[in-house]
Nanobody, 122 residues
């Protein structure tokens, strides 16, 4: 069973950048399809981005397309989310998720991290 630990969140001004990381352990990272989700206060958890096992295919929510980049380093067992041109509406807790099956934007991933807070000030 894989364990996921997010890091890299924080407070940033609008227009700034952050890079989130998701360190994994307890499983063979390259077997897992990975995703990023976020949840703002009072809102449902929403899809942000996902990536195939070898990183060759990615999918983004329309709201982050062109600003965020998902990537993975299978040698380091780590998933990343580079976030540029951040907006106040990007403020949320960001979660990484893993599954051995292709989940894309669906929320039924088997494994989830504890989340990392991202706050974008205007």
């Amino acid at each position: 069973q894989v364990q996921l630990v997010e890091s890299g969140g924080g407070l940033v001004q609008a227009g700034g950048s952050l890079r989130l990381s998701c360190a994994t352990s307890g499983g063979t990272f390259s077997r897992y399809f990975m995703g990023w989700f976020r949840q703002a206060p009072g809102k449902e958890r929403e899809f942000v981005a996902s990536i195939s096992r070898q990183g060759g295919t990615t999918l983004y929510a329309d709201s982050v397309k062109g600003r965020f980049t998902i990537s993975r380093d299978n040698a380091k067992n780590t998933l990343y989310l580079q976030m540029n041109s951040l907006k106040p509406e990007d403020t949320a807790v960001y979660y990484c998720a893993a599954d051995t099956e292709y989940r894309w934007s669906r929320k039924d991933y088997d494994y989830w991290g504890q989340g990392t807070q991202v706050t974008v000030s205007s």
